[in-house]
């Protein structure tokens, strides 16, 4: 078998070679073009060509701190990393000219200073002492937002590969599994199942051709950490799946990503083709007779197609529709031979065990959760992004520590954590370890890792119905319980929102929850009434007040609004009575006006127009 | 196989390992009540409305998909699995329309049944209809896709037992939908016209075109004259559909029925199936001793010729060029019928009465007017007479028997034979045995090619001629066999194909049938009118050999090829 040794001894060596020269590194995640990283390369790049600057450039995946793109590194010989956030494209030649100029960094802009290896510089605070990265730990994103996804000499540079490399030269198939069992990493897609346990029943089913897919159809909304990995390390997943291939006994894998993921389906299809022809992928890898193929299926966008029966079908041409288990795809998956699927962030995890072995990797976590967890943080919180987290940690310590706490100073009230499946936790249980099972006895679970965060604006029953709407728009229709059925809980919703709620329809609901859960055919039908059943568990006062007293404690629901005109504050400034679209507003100019209820349709575009904090919802 | 033992409702119960919780009830007397699960289709494990509960899952499982294992304990009868059966029901009662007094399934409707048994009195979900439009674009088959409850039973069938895939899933959750595959309607599909989308639906959302308005208005006309045409495979249809013994209704009754229901003149489809015989064996032989195309496949059945034509449309010249008995007794009764009756042909109205949908379409044919006029100006399927029976409060089996009309009324135990699968082979075999070795045929039973197997094969020796047949029903049996031609590697020399399971016992305008064995028990009946018959052998009756002696002469004939024989050709679209 050849080795990788050699070439990752050159690479480093380059790679090292490379830190003496001026670099500036932007983060060209879909988060950083989103937030205009594109320009920032242009204008960056034009001022290197214009002034003939001696200064490399390279682009990079997310480093997790969305809140803060786009971002900027700016990297001085014999400095440390200077980090930029928020940066304008004449802000960020105006960074790069000062650090040419004085050696200096620009202050205003600055996060952080990544010191790894360099004398700190002062009054900055380092990476790893922000309270986004305290408390972190960084096994699956540890190379995001640092290697360039598309160069795979620096994935190999940073230990890339040496776990196949390993498995191939010194386990046996067996042997790899009982590893991956040892470490304790259950699946990261949702229901946790141990991945040691499902690689083994597909190793154990008879047959000689057996395929690995990955789940990539990343759709919970407010989800985006397997297209960080993917964007950010494609190679990881690779090599993952590489792995899992030989210890199953599979010669072919499938990346089933959705279509929505174009950046992430462009660098995977590099990634593949880069390792094919190092032969890191395809016939007889690094000589040792084991082959192994890779490719991407690009999926329609339906959610139920991450249900991984549903995921097979669409990869085999069929309609995205799951079907009843067993058997199971380690029996019969992809195209009737025994599959083994996981998602990326499973897939992502196992070089890391493998290398650094089970002990390692069981060492963080809690007891039947092991490793870290990747969340997206997103709604009302201070700090939006990606954080990877020791399974165990605190939500509070999620929310307030690492996501900085409510935005705008306002009250936290839940947080939505396993998107549509998942439930609501309410302040009362923040301290809860967040692990598989102790979500799962809060009627929550641990889902992919979206954490939405709310604040006391929502309305929870308005949070119900949304994910309701979801589930309702994406159910497929096979099993009647699911199809009819969340429609029926959909309308309920609506109705207690629009308030027009009875106390029947409580009953009908939750009657309506208790046969969705469990009698749907699939995840997806079993779990959408999760978000139903949480809000009425924590917040049931809140679904009381719409129905008994027609009101919306958190003056969400339009329909439940009352919008009044306080006589003592209002001056008359007949502001509000000209925003009005609907006329709605009268009275004389400087005496107080008044909202005809009958005709104002509560878009509350005179509370934005006063002045004088004269009209008021309730 | 070994034995496992369960609890169900507290009693202990045996059954063989691998069978399900819905058969270990039906064992132990305990009715699960289905709608996706269908006895001769795959698990679908869909309307969730078999759910029970079994000790140690958290949620309800599906006793038709779940099988049991030693020391199961079930609960068929628990508050939470009533509780989740009726919601189910409401939720599928909430988006279905409510008209079953007037739907073409009230009594035969398996939600109605269900319905009915759950005690569901009142809906808590509001009534939701979708109002879409009815397909009545195909002659054979109307789609009412408000009705459909999407347990895929009709998707099933046209999928996996006859490989057409006309019909296919579309849109998502409370607005999915049976669609045709391709085009908006259902002729704009592959689909073959077969009808058995109507057996699988276990409601009113596809069923037969039905023509029983029409057929009184000309019943009503006194310028017309109404002859009739019957299939074997209608009469103990008939018999089921009156709650009788499928022998005890004797052709003549039927006969006397149809005259009240004002049917001018009554013939025989029998007649017509003799007549292939003679053209169809003749035919056979003809192409064995020239080197002519071979295998060659009968051509009796449209739905076999329309999948022929859409998926084989290079191999049609495999297909016998005679007429399926229907069109051939059409071909007749405008022009020898006629003549033989002194009517002038353009009085008479030609009704022929099928156990298909199928024929419907191939009588609309644009090749089938060799008489100059529509060969068939209508067809009824068997349902469709049993509602004008009811209809009219007529019970044939309390009838006297009336005979047939003459010069196309006779008819031998071979015709009979074409209701079964293998049938159409048998009889064929009988004739080309006797014509080509001239010795008396005196084992007249073929049971190689008898039964519901898929496919049935026999070999038999006419002096040294080894001739190597094969019959089939379901489309994908066909499409094999076809497949087979399609690489060069048939070893067959003849081969009949029946798009029903079963044949034409089992056809799409039969009463509707739940399941295969009771399309076993018709083919039996079958065979019980065959071996009643003096005369078993097609090339005996007489009334064909004065067919032949007055009006066609010979066998293969140019008049027999005017009227009796026709060409196929490739069908990429309907009309």
Known sequence: ?618 | MSETTVMINGIPISVPEGTSILHTAQKAGIKIPTLCFHPDQEVKANCRICVVEVEGQKNLMPACATKVNEGMTIKTATPRVLEARRTILELILAHHPQDCLHCVRSGSCELQEIASEYDVRYNRFPQVEADLLLDYSSPSIVRDPNKCILCGRCIEFCTSKQTVNALGLAHRGFDAQVVPSIGQELFESPCVMCGQCIHACPVGAISGREQIDEFMTVAADPEKIVVTQIAPAVRLAIAEAFGADRDQLQMGQLVSALKMLGFDHILNTNFAADLTIMEESQELLERIRNGGVLPMFTSCCPAWVRFAEVFYPDYLNHLSTCKSPQQMFGALVKTYWAEKMSIHPDKIFSVSIMPCTAKKYEAVRPEMTDSDYSDVDMVLTTREIVRLLQMTGINPLKLKETAFDPWMGEYTGSAVLFGASGGVMEAALRTVYEKVTGRVLEELDFTDVRGMDSLKEATIDLDGTIVKVAAAHTLGNARALMDEVAAGTSPYHFIEIMACPGGCIGGGGQPITRSNVQREQRMEAIYVEDRSKTLRKSHDNHEIQMLYTDFLQETLGHRSHELLHTQYSLKRKNP
Not at chain 1, 161 to 190: C, D, H, M, N, W
Not at chain 1, 388 to 405: A, H, Q, T, Y
Not at chain 1, 541 to 569: Q, R, T
Request: hydrophobic fraction near 35%; glycine fraction near 12%; aromatic fraction near 8%.
């Open chain 1, 1 to 618: 078998m050849h080795s990788l040794n050699e070439m990752r001894h050159q690479f480093r060596s380059a790679y090292e070679e490379s830190q003496h020269h001026i670099k500036v590194v932007i983060g060209l995640g879909t988060c950083g073009i989103a937030a205009g990283g594109e320009k920032i390369w242009e204008a960056v790049s034009r001022y290197i060509e214009t002034h003939g600057a001696e200064v490399e450039m390279m682009s990079t995946g997310c480093i997790g701190m969305c809140y803060a793109e786009p971002l900027m590194e700016v990297h001085m010989p014999g400095q440390p990393r200077f980090i930029y956030g928020n940066v304008k494209p004449e802000a960020a030649v105006a960074i790069l000219q000062k650090h040419l100029a004085e050696g200096k960094p620009s202050p205003e802009y600055i996060i952080a200073q990544d010191s790894r290896g360099y004398e700190a510089a002062a009054n900055i605070v380092k990476l790893e002492e922000t309270p986004f990265y305290q408390g972190q730990v960084k096994n699956v994103l540890g190379r995001c937002g640092i290697i360039d996804p598309d160069q795979i000499v620096q994935y190999i540079t940073f230990s890339g590969y040496e776990a196949l490399e390993k498995v191939l030269s010194s386990l046996t198939p067996f042997e790899v599994i009982q590893e991956i069992s040892k470490s304790g990493l259950r699946g990261r897609g949702g229901g946790g199942f141990p991945a040691g346990r499902k690689w083994e029943a597909s190793y154990h089913s008879p047959g000689s051709k057996k395929y690995v897919v990955c789940n990539a159809d990343e759709g919970d909304p407010g989800a985006f950490m397997d297209r960080s990995v993917l964007e950010g390390d494609p190679h990881s997943l690779l090599e993952g799946m590489a792995i899992c291939g030989y210890a199953i006994g599979a010669d072919e894998g499938y990346i089933y990503v959705r279509a929505e993921y174009p950046l992430a389906i462009k660098r995977l299809k590099k990634a593949i083709r880069d390792a094919e022809s190092m032969g890191l992928l395809g016939n007889n890898i690094l000589g040792s007779g084991f082959s192994f193929k890779i490719q991407i299926a690009a999926g329609a966008g339906a959610f139920v197609c991450g249900e991984e029966t549903a995921l097979m079908h669409s990869i085999e041409g069929k309609r995205g529709m799951p079907r009843v288990r067993p058997p199971y795809p380690a029996q019969s998956g992809l195209w009737g031979k025994p599959t083994n699927i996981n998602n990326v962030e499973t897939y992502a995890n196992v070089p890391g065990i493998i290398r650094q072995g089970a002990a390692w990797f069981a060492s963080m976590g809690t007891e039947n959760s092991k490793g870290s967890k990747v969340f997206a943080l997103t709604g009302k919180i201070n700090r939006t992004g990606l954080a990877e987290v020791p399974i165990g940690i605190s939500l509070r310590d999620i929310v307030f520590k690492v996501g900085g706490g409510i935005q705008n100073g306002k009250r936290y009230k839940a947080v939505q954590i396993g998107g549509p499946s998942g439930g609501c936790i309410p302040e009362s249980l923040l301290d809860t370890p967040v692990d598989y099972d102790s979500l799962l006895q809060l009627g929550a679970m641990m889902g992919s890792g979206g954490l939405v965060v709310m604040d006391e604006d929502t309305c929870m029953v308005d949070v119900a119905r949304y994910f309701l709407h979801f589930t309702q728009e994406e159910s497929c229709g096979k099993c009647a319980p699911c199809r009819e059925g969340t429609m029926r809980m959909l309308q309920i919703l609506e109705k207690i929102c629009d308030g027009k709620g009875t106390p029947t329809d409580l009953d009908t609901l939750e009657s309506l929850c208790r046969v969705v859960q469990s009698t749907s055919l699939c995840g997806l039908g079993q779990s959408a009434p999760n978000p139903v059943l949480a809000t009425l568990r924590y917040f049931r006062s809140e679904y009381e007040a719409h129905i008994y007293d027609k009101k919306c404690p958190a003056g969400v629901c339009v329909e439940l609004l009352d919008i009044k005109i306080d006589a003592d504050k209002c001056k008359g400034c007949t502001l509000c009575a000209d925003v009005c679209p609907v006329g709605a507003i009268s009275g004389e100019r400087k005496k107080p006006h008044v909202i005809d209820a009958d005709k104002c349709i509560k878009c509350q575009a005179c509370m934005v127009k006063c002045k004088f904090g004269a009209i008021a919802k309730g």
